[in-house]
């Protein structure tokens, strides 16, 4: 029996974050969760920053998600 290959794909979590509440809420997890790692929150941060720049980016080209909270972005 052969088996099957796993499949994955790549996730960045700068495209799912959508409102300052996302990102605060992000942020406030990466921080209980990094057991005073602070590499792991400076990556929460530029996270969130890359975020900001991706929103701005569409913005300026008219182009909007909306979130599966129902939020246009």
Request: glycine residues 10%; contains cysteine; proline residues 1%.
């Amino acid at each position: 029996m052969a088996e099957g290959k796993t499949v994955t794909t790549l996730y960045d979590v700068a495209e799912h974050l959508r409102t300052k509440r996302e990102m605060a809420a992000y942020l406030e997890a990466s921080i209980e969760e990094a057991d005073g790692n602070t590499g792991f929150i400076v990556k929460a941060a530029c996270d969130i920053a890359r975020a900001k720049g991706l929103l701005q980016m569409k913005r300026k080209l008219g182009l909007s998600v909306k979130g599966p909270d129902g939020v246009v972005t």
